[in-house]
């Protein structure tokens, strides 16, 4: 079965402080991951993904397939990174489609 | 930059009705999808659309749901006799490619009564 889990709903921390959202996934075959991100009353958008290893606003996330994971990390979280976290999987076939976890709400105190 | 837009951005419908939803993609696009979001769930994946017909649809995506890309701008999901579960955001989102990322627009929130 193709499926991502984020078992965190909420996360919060305080400003500077690390943080690190977990992702796990289940897939057989080279799985395609991506976090998106969406801020209040704002449109999903790409925040990265697996593929192009960068680091996009201080995030960064590597794919461990030992561990089947893909934990977004960043080490000082800000105020502005408050917002809704999804993991996303390119499911299987060739239409692009999406798989996303339930997603994890960020929540930075100053 | 190029931005997804969806109309309208709130539909409230009474239960058995029609409804449509629109959504204006990217025009270097060619890839659509069609995903929900049912208040406190994940998001879910409904239909993949490509060259004028589906590629894909999930099993949510039964005979009440239908897409269409009529005149190669507007691409629309109609739900034919809505029931009150249908009650959910609703977002569209294109690609260039099935390996490239996905530009979502605001979604749709439709609340059925």
């Known amino acids: 079965a193709q499926r991502v889990t984020q078992p965190e709903k909420l996360l919060s921390v305080f400003k500077g402080a690390p943080v690190e959202l977990k992702c796990n996934y289940s897939y057989s075959g080279s799985p395609e991951l991506f976090w998106y991100v969406q801020y209040s009353r704002q449109r999903l958008q790409l925040l990265l993904r697996h593929i192009s290893r960068e680091s996009i606003k201080g995030f960064t996330a590597d794919l461990n397939k030992g561990e089947t994971s893909f934990h977004l990390k960043k080490p000082f979280a800000q105020e502005e990174d408050s917002a809704m976290y999804y993991c996303a999987l390119k499911g299987s076939g060739n239409t692009g489609k999406l798989i996303f976890g339930q997603g994890t709400t960020l929540q930075v105190k100053p | 930059e190029p931005e997804v837009t969806q109309t309208p951005s709130h539909q409230v419908t009474q239960m058995g009705q029609e409804v449509i939803l629109r959504c204006v993609p990217i025009s270097n696009h060619l890839y659509f999808y069609w995903y929900r979001q049912i208040l406190g769930q994940k998001v879910e994946f409904l239909v993949s659309?490509?060259?004028?017909?589906?590629?894909?649809k999930s099993e949510i995506f039964d005979d009440q749901f239908s897409v269409e890309r009529p005149d190669g701008s507007n691409f629309t999901l109609k739900i034919r006799s809505t029931k009150l579960e249908d009650s959910a955001m609703y977002f569209c989102?294109?690609?260039?490619?099935?390996?490239?990322?996905?530009?979502f627009g605001d979604g749709t929130r439709l609340s059925i009564l």
């Open positions: 989102a294109g690609t260039g490619g099935p390996g490239q990322p996905q530009h």
């Open positions: 659309f490509y060259n004028n017909e589906i590629s894909e």
